[in-house]
């Protein structure tokens, strides 16, 4: 059967897994009375809740007498790795774009990363069933960013489809009328423009896993291409590892993709994508070969973490209440099993209660909680700090590249705020009522700045960053936050007279009947400076009847605390205690006295 390998890529929320699942109905994989509503890419729970893409997913459909294999890719700047070592398992991309926001700083990199990898792109222009899409303008803003970044020239006539993947609609004309049911015209174009995948059959076996997964059963599985020969189950195989050693093992099981699901093959050849099992340490970017005749492809590339935080067994007064997994040991376990699995994260332990975890960013660290604390765990997690590198006994931290469209009313206090954390405006431009701001920012100043833009901008703000460069450090205080908290100095019941006696200190994070803790942040102070306050103190009660029947207590309503608002507010001398059930600010020495003298100590 011919074959294509292809990818879709986009900036976030383009519309990527929704067009992956619409060609999937198009093409026949799914029988008749088959219920479809439900049926998408994303399969993990976080993923469907938050509309976004986490890891990337492998399918394959038949049309045509062709075998497509469609790897959908994450849209996020923490997952961007993926999307470049993917690169090395397809022969083209299909680039989506929004016909309303046109080109964005994703859409950037990772157009970038399929024309360093030379494989051949066909871009659709989807949502053009909004009322706002500009169809021509995007694809003249597609043509700009092809020759910005160096395409060459027979690529700058590349094709274009008009999509509404959500109307399961397309068409090769930019005119709304014509779009047909059914990405048809898309199929026929990838059959026509990308090449069918390089490589012998009958050479020597080369297979190189691109991305990871983790079973329990069979350890880890390398996915990725079989760039020459031949592979079977039950061969003896030889892994060129990347420290330059060779390890033979028996290949026990291979996994083939279509639709919906993984599919156990008895053997594969070369242009195939497909998952292999039987090393239970293989690697990303090591090369399988057949026993004798090793050859190496050439090593993937790996983004390394640029931020890393804490985390620690939960040390609270609560600690085993809300959750059944709370020991350092079963903590190791699950973060070393999540280091099977994803290439980009590193665990090393910190002391014998805590581990030092880095990530790509302050989303992959958060999804990586929250899955944690869905499973039943219990944790204390510190603020999020950026990995500085030592060049020729400099020290040098990451920059990124931050775009931001704003409504026009709030630009003056986004550009104030970001002149606090050391950004660099690059341009500024409008559209309409809209304002786009393009600036370099050090990394550590986009820390917490994401709960501040929503208020800034109250949420009708778009954010973007992707990792730029590594730059000088400079020795300068970005992104601690201005105001104290309010700490309890008791355990117990928060009350309602208590909380209603302190509302003019500042804004509360807590309800009446809360069990606090002292050492508990319970809500952000007016001031510049942590207070401590009693939020348990009930009202004295005498037998004389005031004047002023008793007034019912009218309180406020608390700040809701979300995870990623928790990490993003807390300053260095604070943790987040994390539970299948809360997420409470505490401060790092719980005992007001010892706080106090450490703090005069500073």
Not at 198 to 203: F, K, S
Not at 554 to 568: F, M, N
Request: hydrophobic share 40%.
């Amino acid at each position: 059967m011919k074959k294509r390998n292809v990818a879709i890529i986009a900036h976030v929320d383009h519309g990527k897994t929704t067009l992956v699942d619409e060609i999937l109905k198009t093409s026949g994989v799914f029988r008749e009375n088959e219920d479809t509503s439900n049926v998408s890419m994303d399969s993990n729970a976080l993923e469907k809740e938050r509309g976004i893409t986490i890891l990337a997913k492998t399918t394959a459909l038949d049309y045509k007498g062709y075998r497509i294999n469609i790897l959908d890719t994450p849209g996020h700047a923490d997952f961007g790795g993926e999307v470049e070592r993917i690169m090395n398992m397809v022969d083209g991309v299909v680039l989506v774009v929004d016909a309303y926001e046109g080109t964005m700083p994703q859409t950037r990199f990772v157009l970038k990363k399929a024309l360093e990898a030379h494989v051949k792109p066909i871009v659709v222009v989807n949502k053009v069933d909004k009322p706002s899409a500009r169809c021509k303008e995007v694809v003249d803003e597609v043509l700009d960013l092809f020759i910005e970044l160096g395409a060459d020239e027979d690529w700058l006539d590349f094709k274009v489809v008009y999509a509404s993947a959500l109307n399961g609609t397309c068409s090769l004309s930019d005119d709304i009328t014509t779009q047909t049911e059914g990405f048809h015209e898309l199929l026929d174009l990838i059959i026509d423009e990308i090449p069918a995948p390089q490589g012998e059959v009958d050479a020597p076996l080369q297979f190189q896993p691109a991305l990871l997964d983790y079973n329990e059963f069979v350890g880890r599985i390398g996915i990725g291409r079989v760039h020459n020969g031949k592979i079977k189950v039950g061969q003896m195989v030889s892994c060129m590892r990347l420290d330059g050693t060779v390890k033979q093992f028996r290949v026990q099981k291979l996994f083939g993709f279509f639709g919906m699901k993984r599919l156990e093959i008895q053997e594969a050849e070369a242009g195939d994508i497909v998952a292999v099992a039987g090393l239970a340490d293989i690697s990303v970017g090591e090369t399988l070969c057949e026993v004798g005749k090793e050859m190496a492809l050439p090593i993937l590339h790996i983004d390394e973490p640029t931020l890393q935080m804490t985390f620690g067994t939960n040390s609270s007064p609560f600690v085993g209440k809300e959750g059944k997994l709370l020991t350092a040991r079963q903590i190791e376990d699950r973060l070393y099993r999540e280091t099977q699995r994803d290439v980009s994260l590193k665990v090393e332990p910190a002391d014998a209660e805590s581990f030092l975890v880095s990530g790509r960013g302050e989303l992959h660290l958060s999804i990586l909680i929250e899955n944690m604390r869905r499973e039943g765990y219990e944790l204390e997690v510190s603020k999020p700090v950026v990995i500085l590198k030592e060049i020729d006994g400099e020290k040098y931290e990451p920059w990124e590249e931050l775009q931001i469209e704003t409504p026009e009313e709030t630009v003056g206090s986004v550009i104030e705020q970001l002149g606090t954390r050391g950004a660099i405006m690059e341009s500024m431009t409008n559209f309409g009522n809209l304002v786009r701001l393009h600036y370099t920012i050090p990394s550590r100043g986009l820390i917490g700045f994401m709960t501040d833009f929503m208020t800034l901008t109250k949420g009708y703000g778009i954010i973007n960053h992707t990792f730029q460069e590594y730059r000088p450090y400079q020795n300068i205080q970005i992104g601690e936050r201005k105001l104290g908290v309010l700490v309890s100095t008791e355990n117990g019941k928060s009350s309602a007279y208590a909380l209603g006696q302190l509302e003019d200190r500042g804004v509360m994070f807590i309800e009446p009947a809360t069990e606090v803790y002292e050492g508990m942040i319970v809500g952000e102070c007016n001031r510049e400076n942590d207070l401590a306050v009693n939020v348990v103190k009930g009202k004295q009660l005498t037998n004389m009847r005031a004047a002023s029947a008793d007034k019912t207590v009218v309180l406020k309503r608390p700040r809701p605390i979300t995870l990623e608002y928790a990490l993003d507010y807390i300053n260095n001398d604070e943790l987040v205690e994390v539970t299948p059930v809360s997420i409470r600010l505490r401060k790092r020495i719980l005992n007001t006295e010892q706080r106090k003298k450490f703090d005069a100590r500073k």
